[in-house]
């Protein structure tokens, strides 16, 4: 099987989670999309949910498919958020971010009371860290930040280099008008306290880390589709 196909089998296992009238987080990205697609057809066969979408191209794609929509100020709590990710590790802790909606993907699976990431295998990892981690950062003082950012990656006994993600032709705006920071600092042996330290430097928005948020994982593989739940 090619990549999308194993995309689509993890979105198809993952839409037999949803049911009918549920609140549901939308997630970004090229495994997403794919979930998408399958419900755009399910609604289309008289399929209720009310989504939220984690991104600007999310939520075009929903409405082309004619999947209602709305905030997280009309729709605060959420049943559930399916969404894709960059890196999965045994206890679910993932990286995200690579699409660059980490920011509102976090909001939204914070706000569900379960989030279930779809992937293929090749997301799956012992120790996180492969990926470069994203960090949304303010455009007001980038070079404080990424100093600040180093400082507390070496504290942490970390460091490498933090590359600003480039659109082409300028830095890449997330969709709340921030930049990206993506950071190669090699494996992570404590996300737990990367993520704590990131979170306290003022020009830090957001990063990908996302700690004890998703509740199951659907991968797929050429063997199968298999579910992962958090080992700890
Ligand atoms: O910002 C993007 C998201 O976190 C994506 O869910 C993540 O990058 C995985 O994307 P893909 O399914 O395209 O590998």
Same mark, same amino acid.
């Given at each position: 099987?090619?990549?999308?196909?194993?995309?689509?089998?993890?979105?198809?296992?993952?839409?037999?989670?949803?049911?009918?009238?549920?609140?549901?987080?939308?997630?970004?990205?090229?495994?997403?999309?794919?979930?998408?697609?399958?419900?755009?057809?399910?609604?289309?066969?008289?399929?209720?949910?009310?989504?939220?979408?984690?991104?600007?191209?999310?939520?075009?794609?929903? @409405?082309?498919?004619?999947?209602?929509?709305?905030? $997280?100020?009309? %729709?605060?709590? /959420? =049943? *559930?958020?399916?969404? +894709?990710?960059?890196?999965?590790?045994?206890?679910?802790?993932?990286?995200?971010?690579?699409?660059?909606?980490?920011?509102?993907?976090?909001?939204?699976?914070?706000?569900?009371?379960?989030?279930?990431?779809?992937?293929?295998?090749?997301?799956?990892?012992?120790?996180?860290?492969?990926?470069?981690?994203?960090?949304?950062?303010?455009?007001?003082?980038?070079?404080?930040?990424? @100093?600040?950012?180093?400082?507390?990656?070496?504290? $942490?006994?970390? %460091?490498?280099? /933090? =590359? *600003?993600?480039?659109? +082409?032709?300028?830095?890449?705006?997330?969709?709340?008008?921030?930049?990206?920071?993506?950071?190669?600092?090699?494996?992570?042996?404590?996300?737990?306290?990367?993520?704590?330290?990131?979170?306290?430097?003022?020009?830090?928005?957001?990063?990908?880390?996302?700690?004890?948020?998703?509740?199951?994982?659907?991968?797929?593989?050429?063997?199968?589709?298999?579910?992962?739940?958090?080992?700890?």
């Amino acid at each position: 099987m090619d990549a999308r196909q194993l995309k689509i089998k993890a979105a198809e296992t993952a839409l037999g989670y949803v049911e009918d009238g549920m609140r549901l987080g939308i997630g970004t990205g090229s495994t997403a999309r794919e979930f998408i697609a399958l419900l755009g057809e399910k609604v289309a066969n008289g399929f209720n949910v009310i989504g939220v979408p984690t991104s600007e191209a999310t939520a075009r794609q929903c @409405l082309e498919l004619g999947i209602e929509l709305k905030s $997280l100020d009309e %729709s605060p709590e /959420l =049943d *559930l958020t399916i969404d +894709g990710a960059d890196e999965i590790d045994p206890a679910l802790n993932l990286i995200k971010g690579g699409g660059g909606a980490l920011l509102r993907e976090k909001i939204v699976a914070s706000a569900s009371k379960a989030m279930i990431v779809i992937a293929d295998e090749t997301k799956v990892v012992d120790q996180l860290g492969a990926f470069p981690l994203p960090i949304e950062v303010m455009p007001f003082g980038l070079g404080a930040t990424r @100093l600040a950012i180093e400082k507390a990656a070496s504290r $942490l006994n970390m %460091s490498g280099s /933090l =590359d *600003l993600r480039s659109s +082409g032709d300028g830095p890449f705006m997330t969709d709340g008008g921030h930049y990206i920071l993506d950071a190669s600092f090699g494996r992570i042996p404590d996300a737990e306290a990367l993520s704590v330290a990131l979170n306290i430097i003022p020009g830090v928005v957001e990063h990908g880390l996302f700690i004890d948020i998703a509740t199951l994982a659907v991968v797929a593989s050429d063997g199968g589709v298999r579910t992962l739940k958090a080992t700890e």
